[in-house]
């Protein structure tokens, strides 16, 4: 008489496996959310890197002033001094690129808000000019970090654009005050 195998596990095997995968979770938890985050301000930061460089461009291409500001939920520039949630250099409230022509705004690109990144900028809107694209205004930059985060402590999830008087942007890793 053949005696057929019984194929599979017993309740021992399972719950050591089990065991094995929840301490296994529990240490790459903390890597995750911290790989998440850094993620969420790398994208933030180079969503602004492309809105600026495109600012540039537009301002050469179009021969007309293009101008970048922080916007409220209605898409309108929010004035010089006007806070978002966190300040009048807080620009988490998301940013709007407007070009004007014969003294008509035209939408051009627009980021919403994203409350979780703080990005300090600055208080004021920036025109980009023809005929080069320069920015009115001079040097210019934004701190990118999670928002309630150290920054010593975090400084690998912190980004920093840097903004010349030509109109080029520069984005490197750490914060602003950190040596680029």
Do not use: K, Y
Request: hydrophobic share 40%; net charge positive.
């Amino acid at each position: 008489m053949i005696r057929a195998s019984n194929q599979g596990f017993t309740l021992v095997e399972l719950c050591v496996v089990l065991a094995v995968m929840a301490i296994l979770a529990t240490f790459a938890a903390p890597s995750f959310i911290a790989w998440q985050t850094r993620d969420r301000v790398d994208a933030r930061a180079r969503a602004l890197f492309s809105t600026l460089s495109l600012a540039r461009a537009e301002a050469v291409r179009r021969g007309a002033r293009v101008t970048l500001c922080r916007i409220d939920a209605a898409r309108h520039c929010l004035a010089s001094g006007r806070s978002c949630e966190n300040g009048v250099t807080d620009w988490s409230c998301g940013w709007g690129l407007f070009v004007d022509r014969d003294g008509v705004s035209t939408l051009l690109r627009m980021q919403p808000p994203m409350t979780s990144i703080s990005i300090a900028g600055t208080s004021t809107e920036l025109s980009f000019t023809p005929p080069s694209g320069q920015v009115i205004g001079g040097f210019r930059s934004f701190d990118f970090g999670p928002r309630g985060a150290d920054p010593a402590a975090h400084s690998e999830s912190r980004r920093c654009i840097r903004l010349a008087a030509g109109g080029r942007a520069r984005m490197t890793q750490g914060g602003c005050g950190a040596s680029a």
